[in-house]
């Protein structure tokens, strides 16, 4: 038997005036006592057991209200916005070698900003609310909006007085951005690149290529590509389209395909643009 407990069920949901600290205090002792049952951690438990099977997991899940899926948190136009304008900015966050910006980016993604911007009602806005410092998820929205948008003023202008050779930082990316070390002199004398026929033809390979493709490129293709990447990144696109793309593909990754593509449910807007995003990247190192 598993009992699944937030913390904050202990001095939140549970005050210390119901004794609740004075009951976790004195359970493993009379555990011990009465019982041969021993504590331990995931870690040790993981170590002791071996896995049994797979657990196909199509979509991000969570516990949080009915749906126990994203929604919580990504479930609104407001959080939708504020959640795409935090991330465009990953790019120029990563080449700036100052620990107040790291630090602030790191606080901006807390998981509780988009939080409060929920708009659900019923039995799950109840909860929302309870938790929310905010007299309204607007005025979660607008506050989190003009706090980012001072944070990518600071960006910006750090990017600009950048002069010196500065390395990528390593940060938490749930977009699954590639890991890279940028190296550059953002100088007034630095000599421009030539632009060659070669590099604007690749520089303009995008997402779209990948229904123009023939067989054979598509086989070389899809020998790198994770299907799961591809399946969510055609998850908006027409069935018609689809449809040539997987006339053309090897057969049982087409399998697959068809497999997971079924499985995906309705995935958001963010989700999807990662990996077509991760796609894109692909198809950009190879044609």
């Known amino acids: 038997m598993n009992i699944f407990l937030d913390y904050e ?38 170590a002791k057991l071996q896995p049994v099977a797979a657990v ?7 516990w949080a209200d009915e749906e126990r899926d994203l929604t919580a ?34 606080y901006l993604q807390t ?29 979660a929205f607008i506050n989190y909006m003009n706090i980012l948008s001072d944070f990518i003023g600071r960006v910006e202008r750090y990017n600009e007085n950048k002069t010196e050779e500065r390395e990528t930082f390593i940060l ?27 590099t604007e033809q690749k520089k303009s390979v995008d997402f779209e290529v990948i229904f123009s493709l023939s067989k054979k490129e598509l086989k070389d293709f899809t020998e790198k590509l994770d299907v799961k990447d591809l399946a969510y990144s055609l998850y908006d696109k027409a069935e018609d389209e689809i449809e040539k793309l997987r006339k053309n593909l090897p057969a049982a990754y087409r399998l697959e ?30 044609f």
């Open 172 to 198: 938490p990316d749930p977009a699954g951005y590639i890991k890279s070390t940028v190296k550059s002199k953002a100088t007034a004398t630095s000599k421009p690149k030539v632009k060659t026929a070669k």
């Open 111 to 139: 998981s509780d900003h988009f939080y409060y911007m929920c708009t659900k009602w019923f039995s799950d806005g109840t909860v929302h609310k309870y938790f929310n410092p905010y007299g309204t998820p607007y005025e």
């Open 56 to 62: 196909n997991v199509p979509h991000p899940i969570s």
């Open 9 to 46: 069920s202990f001095g939140e949901h549970q005050w210390a005036e119901t004794g609740i600290f004075d009951f976790m205090k004195a359970l493993p002792k009379q555990i011990f006592a009465s019982t041969n049952f021993t504590f331990s951690t995931p870690t040790q438990i993981a």
């Open 257 to 286: 395909l068809n497999k997971l593509m079924k499985e995906i449910g309705k995935p958001r807007k963010a989700i999807i643009e990662s990996y077509k995003n991760k796609v894109n990247d692909l198809l950009k190192s190879l």
């Open 73 to 106: 948190w990504l479930g609104n136009e407001m959080q939708d916005e504020a959640f795409d304008s935090l991330y465009k900015l990953v790019h120029k966050v990563r080449n700036i070698k100052n620990k107040e910006i790291q630090k602030d980016w790191l």
